[in-house]
């Protein structure tokens, strides 16, 4: 069990460009979803926070308005990257978590996202 | 601030014998603490969870431990196997909402 998906795993999109990605819980119903960035040889950067039906948490330094996240059921959230520009080429993971702060965090697949 | 380290080198082991991996923290007093293997292109996979009143973990090949006074936890995997080879990240939790990964370790298990 606590399988995510991530749709699509590889994009590649011409620069001003907007791109959504979707992250799905399969087999739970997550409370809380995460969404982080890795670039090449780096660590996971937390990206933000989204519990069901609120507002996602911005980390700080994390434009909202360029990544906006929008999680509308237990099991789906979408993160939409704006306006795309080569510097947001980046390796995009989710997380999804069944239950309170102390439950583990499991992770999709990710998504490639390439802006030309 | 918050800082995480893990061995920046890659830990090259004969397949067999035990790798350890080190996870120090400083400016830090996490609740708990999580190990994780991701493998090239892919998202991390869970492997083990720590609490900060348990002092070692098991599961299978793997051991954890936790010690709170050094501040570092060490991440064991006996018997290797060329298939443990991976990048394995460490991510303490203070609050138990957010997960501060470290940069991770490469391990390479030869036959």
């Known amino acids: 069990g606590a399988v995510v998906s991530q749709h699509p795993s590889w994009v590649i999109c011409k620069s001003g460009t907007s791109v959504k990605i979707e992250c799905r819980s399969l087999?739970?119903?997550?409370?809380?979803m995460f969404w982080y960035r890795q670039f090449p040889k780096q660590s996971l950067m937390l990206m933000a926070t989204s519990n069901e039906g609120s507002k996602a948490t911005y980390e700080q330094g994390v434009e909202k308005d360029k990544f906006l996240i929008n999680h509308a059921s237990l099991t789906l959230s979408t993160l939409t990257v704006t306006s795309a520009h080569p510097e947001d080429s980046s390796f995009y993971i989710c997380s999804a978590r069944r239950g309170g702060p102390w439950e583990t965090q499991y992770f999709g697949p990710g998504t490639r996202l390439l802006v030309l | 601030s918050q800082k995480i380290e893990q061995n920046s080198e890659a830990l090259n082991i004969q397949e067999g014998k035990t790798a350890t991996l080190t996870c120090n923290y400083t400016n830090y007093s996490p609740a708990y603490l999580q190990w994780y293997r991701q493998d090239p292109g892919r998202g991390p996979v869970f492997l083990l969870l720590?609490?900060?009143?348990?002092k070692e973990k098991r599961k299978e090949r793997l051991k954890v431990t936790f010690d709170t006074t050094l501040k570092q936890s060490l991440f064991h995997i006996t018997a290797s196997q060329p298939a443990d080879s991976a990048t394995y990240l460490c991510?303490?939790?203070?609050?138990?909402?957010?997960?501060?990964f470290g940069a991770g370790t490469i391990l390479r298990v030869k036959s």
């Open positions: 720590i609490r900060e009143n348990e």
């Open positions: 087999d739970f119903q997550a409370t809380t």
């Open positions: 991510a303490p939790s203070q609050d138990g909402n957010k997960l501060v």
